[in-house]
């Protein structure tokens, strides 16, 4: 039996000490890592595999596998950015970006999960909207209150709306999350947005989740300088709206204030064209040590790219040398040997190579890791797990806008 006498952590540990704080930070760093390099195949592959048995008696299998790997992964992204937040504001890469776009990418995302419920999920966004700060981090404002949205609401309608709003002769974007579902009510409005808290807990507990999306949320929120709020009533509905200070499209915005370094390559001429013949789509070369995740992202690009791999960085820039890549996927941490950085900075003084693009793809997704591997040369950054659309999408980016 236990001393009752025993205190766990003892007594003299000091939870300000900068050793424990950077040993805690090193654990759920190399944690994160961890759970998400095996995600990474866990959802990429049961995607592919729900689109080949769509039509067959084992669609509901994968469907089930696929949920369960990004319920695990929304947990642990909401994990992460928890133990972030009390540094994020001074943190964050911020830029332009057009909330409609980031919110539409969002919502496709929940499709297939709110088909399942047979929920009718709506967006729609009179023109686009643009305001600044970190298109990861809304990301996750949207997939909280989407995934609320969609788990408290048994039978309608979830609805998104975006759309320019003035408030207090200020410029704003209003995100509404409108839902049919079960709704809240007056004496519980204000515990929802308290860590770890939910309407129903311990015993009753009737809902998955841990009870801290909506704190984050509103931290998230407030950090980029907007408000949240919340209109419902029990068995009536919900509907969370998000105002975000809006900027113009066409404004030269200069963010120097948030000390972002990060490299913007210009586009090189292709060797290789983006559609077309095999023997005409660009050449990439994919730096990761993983072959699980190497399969799955040569299947992911398969008629989009002409795929060659390394496993390691020596390899990779013994091929760079030998070859010419249109653009680079790059794993951070490659096993033995140099990482993925070193790799980065031998492949930069390759004659050829100062402006060809380079993703940074790892399983180190705080704000800092982004930070740093923009600052050291990345030209973009693309955490694990991704989906097929993600990938596709950053390369597009990195090749053509």
Same mark, same amino acid.
């Not at 007594?11 to 805690?24: A, E, F, K, V």
């Not at 994020?88 to 830029?95: E, H, I």
């Not at 311990?202 to 801290?212: A, H, K, P, V």
């Not at 029990?234 to 000390?259: C, W, Y």
């Given at each position: ?9 003892? *007594? ?12 805690? %930070? ?7 890592? &961890? ?18 048995? !769509? ?8 469907? !089930?596998?696929?949920?369960? +790997? ?13 133990? &972030? ?15 409609? &776009?980031?919110?539409? *990418?969002?919502?496709? *995302?929940? %499709? ?26 809304? /990301? ?14 048994? *039978? ?45 807990? $311990?015993? =009753?507990?009737?809902?998955? $989740? ?15 300088? /907007? ?26 915005? =200069? ?10 390559? +210009? ?8 559609? $077309?013949?095999? /023997? ?22 398969? /008629? ?30 490659? +096993? ?15 004659? $050829? ?16 890791? &982004? ?5 050291? +040369? ?24």
């Amino acid at each position: 039996m236990n001393d009752p006498n025993t205190h766990y952590p003892p *007594q003299n540990s000091d939870d300000s000490d900068p050793d424990i704080i950077g040993l805690r %930070k090193t654990i759920l760093k190399n944690l994160n890592h &961890e759970i998400r390099t095996p995600l990474t195949s866990i959802l990429g592959f049961s995607e592919i595999l729900s689109d080949l048995l !769509k039509d067959t008696e084992y669609y509901g299998i994968v469907t !089930k596998i696929f949920d369960a +790997g990004s319920r695990l992964q929304n947990t642990l992204n909401s994990l992460i950015i928890l133990s &972030e937040l009390e540094n994020l504001s001074a943190n964050v890469p911020q830029k332009r970006f057009n909330v409609c &776009e980031e919110t539409k *990418q969002m919502v496709d *995302q929940f %499709k297939n999960i709110a088909e399942r419920k047979k929920l009718l999920l709506v967006f729609y966004a009179k023109e686009p909207c643009f305001c600044i700060g970190s298109p990861r981090l809304f /990301g996750q404002i949207v997939e909280n209150l989407l995934d609320n949205a969609i788990k408290f609401t048994p *039978q309608g309608t979830v609805k998104v709306e975006i759309s320019p709003v003035t408030e207090d002769n200020l410029e704003w974007i209003l995100i509404s999350f409108k839902d049919t579902g079960i709704g809240i009510a007056d004496e519980h409005k204000s515990l929802i947005f308290q860590e770890f808290r939910q309407v129903s807990e $311990g015993d =009753r507990r009737n809902y998955e $989740g841990f009870g801290i999306g909506l704190n984050i949320c509103k931290n998230l929120i407030d950090i980029m300088g /907007g408000k949240l709020s919340l209109k419902s009533s029990q068995g009536k509905g919900s509907t969370f709206n998000v105002l975000l200070p809006m900027v113009s499209a066409a404004e030269d915005i =200069r963010i120097e204030e948030f000390h972002i370094v990060s490299h913007h390559y +210009g586009r090189p001429m292709l060797l290789h064209k983006f559609n $077309g013949t095999d /023997g005409e789509l660009p050449l990439l070369l994919l730096v990761e040590d993983n072959s699980t995740n190497v399969e799955l992202i040569t299947l992911y690009l398969k /008629g989009i790219c002409n795929v060659v791999h390394a496993f390691d960085g020596y390899s990779a820039i013994k091929l760079a040398s030998e070859n010419r890549f249109d653009i680079v996927l790059m794993d951070i941490n490659l +096993g033995i040997g140099i990482n993925g950085i070193e790799t980065l900075q031998s492949l930069r003084n390759i004659n $050829g190579y100062s402006e060809v693009p380079m993703i940074a793809i790892t399983g180190y997704t705080d704000s800092e890791d &982004e930070i740093n591997l923009l600052a050291k +040369g990345f030209s973009s950054y693309l955490p694990k797990p991704f989906d097929k659309a993600g990938l596709f999408l950053t390369i597009k980016e990195n090749l053509f806008d």
